[in-house]
Structure formats: structure tokens, C-alpha cells
């Protein structure tokens, strides 16, 4: 079964500043997707980026990016320019291609510091 | 744009009745799942459908059955509540094939 693996349960960054979040994942498939979710304290799953893996390119949405590293089964999410406004829980979460059930990490909660 | 819409957003029952949660899916979305995310934990998938039938089977109690209609739209019945079913229950739907999921704002259920 594939697993997914938050292993930084709260990261705190300074407003305008960058920060990472860590995810690995393990899998015996070679054709996946990967994306985060952010979950802010009104509970919606809100998508924020997604990866294809057979795409070496990494994805890119605006202050959003990733660094996807198959080989390492690595998936990390980078927020350039921090905002009040991201402070969520956000989940690295898993999908077979074909299989469409998500699997998801225990989240990493971000905290904002104005 | 239109989005996966959730019936009730709160639910509130006494411990061994029964609930039923919806789901009214994206217009033209073939394809629904349901997770269950519990107090401080992820969310874990229960079950899906595509086409009417059941595509995937995940952590799904006997006690909970759920089913998709004519319409796309979902239930999930679930009868005998213990009080460690108090969770947020989403429901998410997507084309067949066509990522990503596209998650409604989920049911939260609360049992005394």
C-alpha cells in the first residue's frame, strides 16, 4: 500500500519570507500524481498544486512551487512571499494513476508570523 | 463556477442512530468519493463511485453503506453511530481520468 509521509508536524515562517514543506512517499507504481492541499481553519481542502509523475518539469502555481525528485520519492511544497493568508494545514497526499482514491500525509500546520 | 455541494454542513445525533449524508456532485463529474477526516487527523477514503457503481472500497465500517443515484449525486448512510464517528466527512467529485478531485465543504457529524 502507498504511504505518505509529512515528518514536520508545524512550520512557522516569517511574513514575505520562503518556506518548504517536506513530504516523501513510498509506491511501487510508476505512473502517480502528487499534489498539496491546504486545509485552513474553516476546513475546506482547498487544491493547491498537483504533479504529474511521469512530468520531470516541476509545477508552478504563482507563490507555489515543488520540488519533485522521483528517484528520492520526494514531493517538497516551497511558498515564496509568505501571507497572512496561508496559514492552514497542508496535506501532501498521494494518487495511483488509474486508482483514484487520494492517500493523504498527517499534515504539516503553518503558522504566519506577521 | 458551480461546486461539489454537501448536505447537511452539521449533523448532531445521539449514539446508536442513524444519519445520511449528501452529495451533489460537479455538473458532468461522473465519478464520487467520500473521506472521513477525524479530530486532528488526515482524511482517510471511505468509498467511490463511478457511473452509478462502487469503484473503490476503503476504512468503510459495515455499519455505513452508501450508494450513487440516477442524478450522480451520493449518500452515505450510516446507521448504529458510535461516538468515534464525530468527524468531518467530505465528499469529492472528479471526471473519470480528468484530475484533480474537487472536494465539497464537507458535513461535520457530532455524536453525543
Known amino acids: 500500500a502507498q504511504t505518505v509521509t509529512q515528518s514536520q508536524p508545524e512550520m512557522s515562517v516569517q511574513e514575505a519570507e520562503t518556506v518548504t514543506l517536506s513530504c516523501t512517499y513510498d509506491?511501487?507504481?510508476?505512473?502517480?500524481?502528487l499534489f498539496w492541499y491546504k486545509q485552513p481553519p474553516s476546513r475546506q481542502m482547498i487544491l493547491v498544486i498537483r504533479q504529474e509523475a511521469y512530468k520531470q518539469q516541476n509545477a508552478t502555481e504563482n507563490r507555489f512551487s515543488v520540488n519533485f525528485q522521483k528517484a528520492a520519492k520526494s514531493f517538497s511544497l516551497k511558498i515564496s512571499d509568505s501571507q497572512l493568508g496561508d496559514a492552514a494545514m497542508y496535506f501532501c497526499a498521494y494518487e495511483d494513476f488509474g486508482n483514484e482514491k487520494l492517500t493523504f500525509g498527517t499534515g504539516t500546520r503553518l503558522t504566519i508570523i506577521p | 463556477a458551480a461546486g461539489v455541494i454537501q448536505s447537511p454542513r452539521h449533523l448532531i445525533k445521539e449514539k446508536r442512530e442513524t444519519a445520511t449524508l449528501k452529495c451533489y456532485p460537479i455538473p458532468r463529474h461522473d465519478t464520487v468519493y467520500w473521506y472521513q477526516q477525524g479530530p486532528g487527523q488526515d482524511p482517510q477514503f471511505l468509498i467511490s463511485f463511478y457511473e452509478k457503481m462502487q469503484s473503490d472500497k476503503g476504512s468503510i465500517p459495515d455499519r455505513f453503506s452508501a450508494q450513487q443515484f440516477s442524478d450522480y449525486h451520493s449518500e452515505l448512510n450510516m446507521s448504529s453511530l458510535e461516538l468515534g464517528d464525530s468527524a468531518l466527512y467530505f465528499c469529492?467529485?472528479?471526471?473519470?481520468?480528468?484530475?484533480?478531485?474537487?472536494f465539497g465543504d464537507g458535513t461535520r457529524l457530532s455524536i453525543l
Open positions: 509506491t511501487s507504481e510508476s505512473d502517480y500524481y
Open positions: 469529492a467529485s472528479s471526471l473519470q481520468g480528468v484530475q484533480p478531485q474537487h
